[in-house]
């Protein structure tokens, strides 16, 4: 059953991927979502139901407008086909608690958990690829995903009667948040978009426990520093030269969401700590 709950997530996570590139594309502008339709920018034809189809019509047109035969770019069927593949892994590692639950009320506090997940799911994806385009991690996403996390994990916690999780929630928000506040003061190498996307990361990974907290935003780090350090040693960036951090903290965080946990418990064994 769970398998055929994450091919279905997945099917909805290839519809929600076509939507995501025009995130991607019109957020950082400032333009709206809904309309215009989609259309080629170079000739300005509308796009039609059967080429906008998630990456089969990207194939069948052979990567190229149907007018003018201008290059679409390749990076529209992988985002599709992305998070697709992002929906059936977080489905298949939640879902099962889903059927394991012991009343309809747990049922319902773990598929609510699931959605909130799956929203920061599809933010994750709009985030990285705008913070790499634009440098920004726009308040027109990160905000509402704060939210909307907030209100159905907090839901999901007082269904389960899992108080401690709503409370280890705020703390590790409050407490990530003022991490990357203090850096973006005193060393200015953050930005505040940075800050705000803390407080999402830090409510979501601290509400499935200290460990995933701890893995997820020492990830970060490790992995933004091994690509500074790489980009460094090819000689693409300067000590000064920006780099988005946004992503690096996306990643990290689903490393935490993901393995956090485990990996915070066989740390805490080696250690001798338990």
Not at 231 to 250: E, H, K, N, S
Request: glycine share 10%.
């Amino acid at each position: 059953m769970t398998t055929v709950v994450a091919i279905l997530s997945g099917v909805f996570g290839l519809a929600l991927g076509s939507f995501l590139n025009v995130v991607v594309y019109r957020t950082p502008r400032g333009k709206s979502l809904v309309a215009p339709p989609s259309a080629c920018p170079h000739c300005g034809h509308q796009i039609t139901a059967l080429e906008n189809i998630p990456v089969l019509s990207w194939l069948f047109l052979r990567g190229k407008c149907s007018s003018c035969s201008a290059p679409i770019s390749i990076r529209y069927p992988l985002v599709e086909l992305g998070t697709a593949l992002f929906f059936v892994a977080v489905t298949l590692v939640m879902a099962p608690a889903l059927f394991a639950a012991g009343s309809t009320q747990d049922a319902v506090a773990t598929l609510l958990a699931l959605v909130a997940f799956l929203v920061l799911a599809s933010a994750s994806v709009s985030l990285a690829l705008i913070d790499i385009d634009t440098k920004t991690l726009p308040n027109a996403i990160v905000l509402p995903t704060l939210v909307t996390m907030a209100v159905l994990l907090g839901v999901s916690s007082t269904l389960s009667g899992d108080l401690d999780a709503l409370v280890r929630a705020v703390v590790g928000m409050l407490a990530l948040t003022g991490l990357y506040l203090v850096l973006a003061l005193v060393s200015g190498g953050m930005g505040f978009g940075d800050v705000k996307l803390a407080a999402v990361l830090g409510l979501a990974l601290a509400w499935i426990g200290w460990g995933a907290l701890a893995v997820g935003g020492l990830a970060a780090f490790l992995l933004g520093g091994i690509y500074a350090i790489a980009l460094l040693i090819a000689r693409r960036a300067g000590r000064r030269t920006a780099i988005p951090f946004g992503p690096w903290m996306l990643a990290g965080a689903w490393i935490g969401v993901f393995w956090g946990e485990a990996l915070g418990h066989q740390y805490l064994t080696l250690s001798g700590l338990v």
